[in-house]
Antibody, heavy 117, light 112 residues
Framework: EVQLVESGGDLAQPGGSLRLSCAASGFTFGRRPMGWVRQAPGKGLEWVSTINDNGINTHYGDSVRGRVIISRDNSKNILYLQMNSLRAEDTAVYHC??????????WGRGTPVTVSS | DIVMTQTPLSSPVILGQPASISCKSS???????????LSWFHQRPGQPPRLLIY???NRFSGVPDRFSGSGAGTDFTLNINRVEAEDVGVYYC?????????FGQGTRVEIK
């Protein structure tokens, strides 16, 4: 059974940093692209970032490019999202999602990030 | 960036009746590899999104056959043959052809 469990979400100050993690199991993690999608309170879905299977190729959404870094540790089956220079508009639930047979076919429940002073 | 526009934004439906959601993209979603990466997701309240349809019309594993997707180029449709109570929630289309990937605004389906 595919499982994706996010952690690391917290209350952070504007300008601060957080590192989100996503522990994956139930599939060959190191052979599948992964990504992050966020959802601000009461709002729709926003794609944040995607990384290929070996971690070489990464892509970012316009609103986070230059402030976040996606990475992965295939030896530990963990996906990361390093978030820097946090803004109030980064407040959201952050879901990790896998691309096993199709884009974003499996999702985690998400980890909440709140940016506020 | 490709803009995804869904209509309607809200859809009150009667149980057992059909429902249809339109999704239009600002640019063709045909990828250079020949595929069209248009997906549909469903999100129930308090739950993460789940994949329903990928590449326009392919139902994901476990998705009931009352859900179907169609379309081409820039115009796409999600149809629910006979709406059941568990189908309430918000439906999103998404294009995964060009970076940045983008979602539609979402369509809320509720029982009338």
């Amino acid at each position: 059974e595919v499982q994706l469990v996010e952690s690391g979400g917290d209350l952070a100050q504007p300008g601060g940093s957080l590192r989100l993690s996503c522990a994956a199991s139930g599939f060959t993690f190191g052979r599948r692209p992964m990504g992050w999608v966020r959802q601000a309170p009461g709002k729709g879905l926003e794609w944040v970032s995607t990384i290929n299977d070996n971690g070489i190729n990464t892509h970012y959404g316009d609103s986070v490019r230059g402030r976040v870094i996606i990475s992965r540790d295939n030896s530990k089956n963990i996906l990361y999202l390093q978030m820097n220079s946090l803004r109030a508009e980064d407040t959201a639930v952050y879901h990790c999602a896998a691309w096993i047979n199709a884009h974003f076919d499996y999702w985690g429940r998400g980890t909440p990030v709140t940016v506020s002073s | 960036d490709i803009v995804m526009t869904q209509t309607p934004l809200s859809s009150p439906v009667i149980l057992g009746q059909p429902a249809s959601i339109s999704c239009k993209s600002s640019k063709s979603l045909v990828h250079s590899d020949g595929n069209t990466y248009l997906s549909w997701f469903h999100q129930r309240p308090g739950q993460p999104p789940r994949l329903l349809i990928y590449r326009i019309s392919n139902r994901f594993s476990g998705v009931p056959d009352r859900f179907s997707g169609s379309g081409a180029g820039t115009d796409f449709t999600l149809n629910i043959n006979r709406v059941e109570a568990e189908d309430v929630g918000v439906y999103y289309c998404a294009q995964l052809t060009d970076f940045p990937w983008t979602f539609g605004q979402g369509t809320r389906v509720e029982i009338k």
